[in-house]
């Protein structure tokens, strides 16, 4: 397989993106360990991380190629444009899907069997936008279990730790993808496709992110007032990330969208990375 091949396939799910979720997932191996991981256990959490992350994706381009072929934003995307085939995203869901599994597998018994759930919720979230004005709240459960994984994987059990990082995540996750959805804002309108945007306006759209990013920083708070370890360093780091996430939205106006993607791609990936970072921080010292 060429380089350029490798390229198209990681456009197709922007692996890039997995910035967003990987360092959270790391911060929950900390969080939750009740013990010092194996590098082993730790090495097949991020492969089933990944390979879940890269099966959604795939999923997505697939169930929703009839709309990216129509959506002027996505008519450059590598299923639509065909630099990658369908036949291929077939392969590409075969394979990720199977290292999903192994890799729940090769965490314990109750990881593997809690695993066709997550595969599930990654195969419905891409048609819930035929039938829900919240799609981005199906995404959110999907990072919701991230947690509760690591926590199944560490401790074979699922602490009101895990639950509250999985909140945290979760309104994350659901508050930038309804940010995200404003790009689309017309074309859901005129296709049928329901968003939050679509249901409440943009302006509506942007109330509703506000709130799903302080119930973020709530829940990372709470998780930090309970946590026997978490001191200063971690309560200065929220801070820090509160700014982020303050800057986010002061980047995005109702009458001017054209920063959504510094504030989703670039300021998101910020936001995982202080958490990741701060959480290290604060277990260090």
């Not at 009839?66 to 008519?75: A, F, G, I």
């Not at 048609?127 to 994984?149: E, N, S």
Request: without cysteine.
């Amino acid at each position: 397989m060429g380089s350029s091949k490798l390229r198209d396939y990681a456009e197709l799910v922007k692996f890039e993106h997995t910035v967003f979720a990987l360092p959270f997932a790391l911060a929950s191996v900390l969080l939750l360990a009740e013990r010092i991981p194996s590098l082993w256990k730790v090495g097949w959490i991020v492969a089933a991380l990944v390979s879940a992350r890269t099966l959604g994706m795939a999923l997505n381009r697939l169930i929703d190629e009839p709309y990216d072929r129509l959506n002027p934003r996505t008519r450059n995307w590598p299923l639509v444009s065909g630099r990658v085939s369908p036949s291929e995203v077939r392969k590409l869901i075969l394979i990720s899907g199977a290292l999903f599994l192994l890799s729940a597998l090769m965490i314990n018994r109750l990881a593997f069997l809690l695993s066709p759930l997550v595969i599930l919720l990654l195969w419905i979230y891409p048609y819930t936008k035929r039938f829900t004005h919240f799609p981005h709240l199906f995404l959110g459960a999907v990072y919701l279990l991230i947690p509760v994984a690591v926590d199944v994987a560490l401790n074979a059990s699922v602490s009101l730790n895990a639950l509250l990082l999985g909140v945290a995540m979760a309104s994350w996750v659901s508050g930038f993808d309804v940010l995200y959805a404003l790009q689309d804002y017309e074309f859901d309108r005129r296709h049928g496709l329901k968003s939050v945007p679509v249901r409440f306006g943009i302006g509506g759209a942007l109330r509703f992110a506000r709130v799903s990013h302080l119930i973020t920083f709530a829940s990372l708070l709470l998780l930090g007032l309970r946590h026997p370890q978490m001191g200063s360093v971690y309560l200065l780091g929220l801070l820090l990330l509160s700014g982020f996430l303050i800057y986010e939205h002061s980047l995005i106006k109702p009458h001017d969208l054209s920063k959504i993607n510094r504030a989703f791609f670039t300021v998101n990936g910020y936001v995982s990375i202080v958490f990741f970072l701060t959480v290290l921080a604060d277990r260090i010292l």
